[in-house]
DNA sequence: CGGCTTCTTGATCCTCTTCAAGGGTGGTGG
DNA sequence: CCACCACCCTTGAAGAGGATCAAGAAGCCG
């Protein structure tokens, strides 16, 4: 029945220029976590040496998806966590009226698929929304691993305690802030990751369309552009179409941090 | 920071009445899951029999808390995961203006802390709306149980992703959903929860005042008034105070059906 | 170039919030 | 035992913020 909505939302609300629904292909090469450059951030983060060496012995395969292909949908098997290499993802699900729900957006060195392990089934689906390589990560290798290796089983608890607390806060984001703070908050989030990966924390590109943004903060496109355009008027941002620069960073976290301590 | 902005709100926000603030005095008796009438519901649901035995090893500590009191507070360290025995517990935090966010409400065989186990420390705070015993079930042990024995792990990354798909549903519904759509579907999640626990899913006593809901909801406790109300008036309801009866299942499971598939 | 998508901006409408008042209830102390 | 207070809930009226509807501009690609 999911699946019924699905489909029917493919052929009613997604335009058939995006090539949505196009599954990627799979897999090329294997690839070493101890010689990632992402290590610090990914999976491996916090790991010995003697334990990064039998995640490295799991060689994970690679995988590109081009810009509009999807890694996985709502309700395939779950069988593997992905860490992006690079590129963005967006994981979305969609309401039975046939509008997307935008649960997520993920970049280089976040795991992705952990809604799946409950149910053995991926509850959203994940979209890439320019080209994208993921590691894919078999979820049985890991649990396997885990059973040998005590640090490992906190390594993915910890992560997953951390998908929770990320959803946590953006429960409280939809439930107490309106529209600007939303987008002040996802944009000083946006600007932390960033930020963590080496890149500047006042200038980037946002890969998701003021749609998807609406959508993830729980408010319509025209109300993001709208607040983008009053930030821009009050000296915050720089914005030109997807290109944003923060102006004025201090006061932007000003107007979130008076919210959330 | 985050304990002084705690104080902060004790004395401003919090009625002195309410003893709020008292931690609950530590406890008692031991438990073991094997004799427990929650056991397909809580921690052991889908567990053998041979692991039974070691949880049942571990020996819970049972403790109690009275209405008002909490059993921990954002920031504590992350020590014990917390299985509701019976009551019922209602999880939170404090935005920096001093109003309460609500996290969640947890009754018997729900697990309550994962929050904590990312960082070490408790996201939020949790408190009892009602008399409520629970038991301590400790991290450390637990985590080094799941080392040994092959289906704990899983048992463990299973409760945590459930809990992601918990906030996930939340998310949906706060950032998609009107005022009396959120009202039914929170009614039809108790109803549901209720009858997985052998209670009447039509009828049932909210521990939970109109605020707490609506900063659950994401709307003033004005506007949940009104929806009760007005389901009361559509013929959906019978709202007496705190104590429900849904006279009108099929069409408030409509109401939401419509939404989310 | 034309068609398409995305974004911006204006005008209007509607939902929910805010403000305000009143009733009911439980607990406490005189 | 009753009076009072604090709290919770309901309901009305007014107001604000965001949704919706609509039009047009800018960029992209075949």
Redesign the pocket.
């Known amino acids: 029945m999911s699946t019924a909505a699905l489909e029917a939302r493919s052929i009613q609300f997604i335009?058939a220029?995006a090539s949505a629904g196009v599954r990627a292909p799979v897999a090329q090469m294997k690839t070493q976590c101890s010689t990632c450059h992402l290590r610090e951030l990914c999976l491996p983060c916090g790991m010995n040496d003697v334990d990064l060496t039998r995640l490295d012995n799991l060689g994970f395969t690679r995988r590109k998806i081009k810009a509009g292909e999807t890694l996985y949908r709502e309700g395939d098997k779950f069988t593997h966590l992905y860490a992006v290499r690079f590129g963005t993802l967006k994981s979305s699900l969609i309401l039975s009226d046939g509008r997307e729900q935008v649960s997520g957006f993920h970049i280089a060195g976040e795991l992705v698929g952990l809604d799946g392990v409950a149910q053995g089934r991926h509850a959203s689906a994940t979209m890439a929304l320019e080209d994208t390589e993921v590691c894919a990560i078999s979820y049985t290798a890991l649990a396997d691993l885990a059973i040998s290796t005590a640090g490992m089983q906190h390594i993915v608890s910890r992560m997953m305690s951390r998908e929770i607390l990320r959803e946590h806060s953006l429960m409280m984001l939809l439930g107490s802030m309106?529209?600007?703070e939303r987008l002040a908050a996802f944009l000083l989030n946006l600007s932390q990751r960033y930020a963590a990966r080496g890149y500047s924390d006042r200038e980037f590109h946002l890969r998701m369309?003021?749609?998807e943004i609406g959508s993830y903060l729980?408010?319509?496109?025209?109300?993001v552009?709208?607040a983008?355009?009053a930030f821009q008027q009050q000296g915050l941002l720089e914005?030109d179409?997807?290109h944003i620069r923060i102006t004025d960073l201090e006061e932007l976290k000003h107007r979130f941090d008076v919210r959330v301590h």
């Open positions: 335009p220029a309106n529209a600007e369309s003021r749609a729980g408010m319509k496109l025209e109300t552009s709208r983008f355009s914005v179409k997807r």
